[in-house]
T-cell receptor, first 113, second 115 residues
Framework: AQSVTQPDIHITVSEGASLELRCNYSYGATPYLFWYVQSPGQGLQLLLKYFSGDTLVQGIKGFEAEFKRSQSSFNLRKPSVHWSDAAEYFC???????????FGPGTSLSVIP | GAVVSQHPSRVICKSGTSVKIECRSLDFQATTMFWYRQFPKKSLMLMATSNEGSKATYEQGVEKDKFLINHASLTLSTLTVTSAHPEDSSFYICRGEREGGNEQFFGPGTRLTVL
């Protein structure tokens, strides 16, 4: 069965510090992998996605993610966090880039000034 | 970029009434719309997939008679919560797939509160 786990429910980092959000997935084939961000009361914004090619994917807002097949992971990183990055982050998996997408439970990020 | 709108953004209704939520693709034709539900501080749960001109496909555990989905045109899908109960209070989000493409666009969501 397809599933996505995000081990960290909540993370707090200081502004300017580096960030890594973890994501692990279970999927029968090579999936499409996504990271979304949701600001309070807002809809979702796609940060980046991966299907094939270079395992290090660059996204918007300075985010990147690395696909590691051996670990079934797709962790999101940012070298220097800004206060505006405080939001909920969702990892997701799908069979294609436009089909059903299954979301992980989310990680809430707080940024300390 | 493509935009998906939802209306209303917020709605408060009394228990037992029905509420209709609209999802529109503003600058592209969406052959497929997905409807998600998000509980407070929880992840998104896929409710159903609707294709223009055909019946929606509901996920397991979602009551199709309670959550009526209509996708009458390539730019509009509606979700009607019938006989709403307080437990239906949630954040409902739609996602549109561009016709012939492989891109997905989320709407901003509709917050439903049932009193």
């Amino acid at each position: 069965a397809q599933s996505v786990t995000q081990p960290d429910i909540h993370i707090t980092v200081s502004e300017g510090a580096s960030l890594e959000l973890r994501c692990n997935y279970s999927y029968g084939a090579t999936p499409y992998l996504f990271w979304y961000v949701q600001s309070p009361g807002q809809g979702l914004q796609l940060l980046l996605k991966y299907f094939s090619g270079d395992t290090l994917v660059q996204g918007i807002k300075g985010f990147e993610a690395e696909f590691k097949r051996s670990q079934s992971s797709f962790n999101l990183r940012k070298p220097s966090v800004h206060w505006s990055d405080a939001a909920e982050y969702f990892c997701a998996v799908g069979a294609t880039s436009y089909d059903k997408v299954i979301f992980g439970p989310g990680t809430s990020l707080s940024v300390i000034p | 970029g493509a935009v998906v709108s939802q209306h209303p953004s917020r709605v408060i209704c009394k228990s037992g009434t029905s509420v209709k939520i609209e999802c529109r693709s503003l600058d592209f034709q969406a052959t497929t719309m997905f409807w998600y539900r998000q509980f407070p501080k929880k992840s998104l749960m896929l409710m159903a997939t609707s294709n223009e001109g055909s019946k929606a496909t509901y996920e397991q555990g979602v009551e199709k008679d309670k959550f009526l989905i209509n996708h009458a045109s390539l730019t509009l899908s509606t979700l009607t919560v019938t006989s709403a109960h307080p437990e239906d209070s949630s954040f409902y989000i739609c996602r549109g797939e561009r016709e012939g493409g492989n891109e997905q666009f989320f709407g901003p969501g509709t917050r439903l509160t049932v009193l």
